[in-house]
Structure formats: C-alpha cells, structure tokens
C-alpha cells in the first residue's frame, strides 16, 4: 500500500518531506490538508494525525507519523539512503544538525514567519519586539552557519543529506517573511548552489511560491 503524506503545499515542512522523497525515489500519495482553511485544527485531525493540529504528517499502514525531520529518517531508513549519511560518522553529524536546526533554527523563523504573515494576513498588528527577539536569535545562529558553509558546498561531507534539507527550510519563505538571510553571503552561496544543483529542492520551491501567490493574491493581501 501507498504510504499517504498529508500537508498543505505551501507549508515548508512539507517541503522537507517531498524533497526527500522525490530524492530517494519514494512514492507517497499526497493529501492535501488545507492550512489556509485551518483543516489541521479540527478535532478529526488532532484525533487521527496529530494532537498538535500540525502537518506533515506520514500514515504507512498502522503508523502514523509527525514531525518531518522524524518522517524524513522513516522514509531514508526504509530505502537504506546516503541522505542520512554515508558513514556512521556522517549519520551523527547529520543528526546533530537536523537536532540543531529545530531547536536553534527553524523555530524562530517560524515566529518571523507569523509575525509578518499570519498577522498581515488575519489583519493583525505584528509585535515589533517579538520580531526583533527572533531576529536576533537567527542572526546568532546564522553566523555560525555561514562560518560552518564557507568553502564547503553541503552541511555534512560531500553531497546532499537531509542536514541541508531542514536547514535549508526557512529559505522557503524567505521572500514572505524577510527574515535576515540576506547579510550572510556563504549561507546564500549555499542555498542558491542547491537550488541549482538538487532539482527536488527546486521543484518543491515552485510549489510552495505557487500556492502562496495564489492565496495571496485571491485574499488581496500585499506583503
Ligand atoms: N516541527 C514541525 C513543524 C510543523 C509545522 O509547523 N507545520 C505547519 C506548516 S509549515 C502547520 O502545519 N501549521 C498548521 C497550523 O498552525 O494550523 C515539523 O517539523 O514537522
């Protein structure tokens, strides 16, 4: 039986999932969860999916699965994939990075990302403290990153591995949500080579640009 993968394509999470599995040639049905619409939030979902109202979400017969860095290792466990690392040594520092990137990372761009989005677009007024507590925490982090990236073309060895692919993530919003990627020019060097160089990574980014435009423009909300 298929495995099923439920989320919304303008989601960046999900975006983590579908890269890894166009890259490893995993076949997943999708199923489209409306976020737009708030379809993760109802009691059905919470109850069947996830108690958090969160996607992605992975069902493979009797497991169901949530958390896409958690899906991500599923999927490469199941089809044996250097994108957990080749050696023994790589899968840990490929691990400690995707560890780093949800605690250290991607949680702030989530907070940037609602702050400038979802506040414009339920007509709220953004928390300017709130913004610059998180931006200052990105800018920490990412001087690190872009010391880590300078003269290297991926996050751990020599080739793609999902450590790229969930610090990659907050790229995905990043023309949305304006978070201050931009003053760091090896983390950007990073990200536009695997935009050209991983052709999942730039497939699943027209995705997510789609979907947003779409939405943006059929609500008439300017960013
Ligand atoms: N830590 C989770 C984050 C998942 C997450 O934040 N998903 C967002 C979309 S990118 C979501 O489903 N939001 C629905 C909502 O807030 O109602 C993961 O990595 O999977």
Redesign the pocket.
């Known amino acids: 039986m298929t495995m099923k993968l439920y989320g ?1 394509p303008g ?4 975006r983590r999932v579908t890269t890894a599995a166009k890259i490893m040639g995993v076949e997943l049905e999708r199923v489209k969860v409306d ?1 737009f619409k ?1 379809e ?2 109802t009691d059905e979902f919470k109850s069947r999916f996830n108690p958090h ?4 979400v992975l069902v493979d017969g009797d497991t169901v699965l ?4 958690a899906i991500n290792l599923y999927l490469a466990d199941k089809v044996n994939s250097p994108l957990a690392g080749k050696t023994k040594e790589e899968r840990f520092q490929v691990l400690k990075w995707m560890f780093w990137s ?1 605690e250290q990372w991607r949680i702030f761009f ?1 907070t940037v990302f609602d702050e400038r989005v979802g506040k414009t677009v339920m007509g709220l007024p953004q928390d300017e403290a709130v913004v610059a507590f998180a931006e200052g925490k990105i800018r920490a982090a990412a001087k690190v990153l872009d010391e880590h990236l300078k003269n290297r073309e991926f996050m751990v060895g020599n080739a793609l591995t999902l450590a790229d692919i969930d610090v990659a993530a907050p790229f995905s919003q990043i023309d949305r949500s304006k978070p201050p990627l931009r003053e760091f020019p090896n983390l950007m060097a990073w990200q536009d080579n695997l935009l050209k160089t991983v052709p999942a990574w730039a497939e699943t980014k027209e995705e997510v640009d789609n979907r947003f435009d779409t939405f943006l423009s059929s609500a008439g909300v300017e960013l």
């Open positions: 919304d989601s960046g999470s999900l976020l708030g993760s939030q109202g969160l996607t992605p949530y958390e896409a860095a949800g989530t």
